[in-house]
């Protein structure tokens, strides 16, 4: 158990829906990261928060929001779904935001099914 | 832009010690982590390498070379349970994982 926690664990849908995803990160971490990782795919990255500010941006789709609230949890909100969506997404917590050694901690993931 | 590369696919007996290799193209590089991930699992760290060399940890070994771009990750005494993903990443500006080598030990 890494100590971030992300619900719901599955979640299924309808292709123009929009839904939300939840990531609680260990005590102490200030960053929070998304990834989606698709069937059989690697983990791409979406975007980091740093203690409630964005820092870095990745492939993150315009569809797609984030943000991390004053008590550090962030939410990852996907709208008008596609079927292509369809993903395993991944919230990673650590305790700096800087480029050095900067241990990555994973929750289980959200198992988003676009129908 | 960053990009990692590494093979898609090793496979080795168990017992044997094998190797998966990363090289990478990335600006302001900072180091080299590695990350496992079984199916359907979340990734785990397993090693940083912030200076050229090798770092050892327990079974597990990871090396960095600087000049060449280049990186490992070395599993010895291979078990069954090594049967695995395993990404390297660097965070230089922004998180990027490498596509992953999926290792699977035969016994």
């Known amino acids: 158990d890494s100590g971030v926690t992300q619900t719901p664990k599955h979640l299924i849908t309808a292709t123009g829906q929009r839904v939300t995803l939840r990531c609680s990160p260990r005590?102490?971490?200030?960053?929070v990261y998304w990834y989606q990782q698709s069937l059989d795919q690697g983990l791409q990255f979406l975007i980091q928060y740093y203690n409630g500010e964005e820092r870095a941006k990745g492939n993150i789709l315009e569809r797609f929001s984030a943000q991390q609230f004053p008590d550090l949890h962030s939410e990852l909100n996907l709208s008008s779904l596609e079927l292509g969506d369809s993903a395993l997404y991944f919230c990673a917590s650590s305790v700096y935001g800087g480029d050095t050694l900067n241990t990555q901690y994973f929750g289980p993931g959200t198992r988003l099914t676009v129908l | 832009g960053q990009s990692l590369e590494q093979p898609s696919e090793v496979t080795a007996v168990e017992g044997a010690i094998v190797q998966i290799n990363c090289t990478y193209q990335t600006s302001g590089f900072y180091g080299l982590s590695w990350y496992q991930q079984h199916d359907g699992g979340a990734p785990t760290f397993l090693s940083y390498n912030g200076l050229d060399g090798l770092e050892e940890t327990g079974r597990f070994s990871s090396f960095l070379s600087r000049s060449d771009s280049y990186g490992y990750l070395l599993l010895q005494e291979l078990q069954m349970k090594d049967s695995a993903s395993y990404f390297c990443a660097s965070n230089a500006g922004k998180s990027t994982f490498g596509d992953g080598t999926t290792l699977t030990v035969k016994p």
């Open positions: 005590s102490g971490d200030l960053s």
